[in-house]
């Protein structure tokens, strides 16, 4: 079972972008597919994007396309969330997670495991 780390958020302005990272222990990491989700004050967890085993398929909520970018690095053991022309809105803990049950899951409830987040603020 892999454990997830996340890594990358801090404060940014309108307008700019953030690499995050969520790098996995263990040698099982291209087993699972991996996600993202975020979480703002008040609200719920909510699903921005699914990349499967290989990376060769990827998903994302609408409101995230073109924006947001989710890839991953078998041979690293990380997944990467590329986000562009950020907007307060985006503004969240930003969680990895891992799932082998679904192939490109998009619910918290098709994922196993879940890492501990990293704060994204984003300044107007």
């Known amino acids: 079972q892999v454990q997830l780390v996340e890594s990358g958020g801090r404060l940014v302005q309108a307008g700019g972008s953030l690499r995050l990272s969520c790098a996995a222990s ?12 975020r979480q703002a004050p ?10 499967s ?23 690293n053991n990380t997944l990467y969330l590329h986000m562009i022309s950020l907007e307060p809105q985006d503004t969240a803990v930003y969680y990895c997670a891992a799932g082998i049950k679904v192939i490109l899951p998009k619910k918290t409830t098709e994922y196993d495991i879940w890492g501990q987040g990293t704060q994204v603020t984003v300044s107007s």
């Open 42 to 51: 008040g609200k719920e967890r909510e699903f921005v994007a699914a990349i």
């Open 26 to 37: 263990g040698r099982t990491f291209s087993s699972y597919a991996m996600g993202w989700f």
């Open 53 to 75: 085993r290989s990376g060769s398929t990827k998903f994302y909520i609408d409101t995230m396309k073109g924006r947001f970018t989710i890839s991953r690095d078998n041979a």
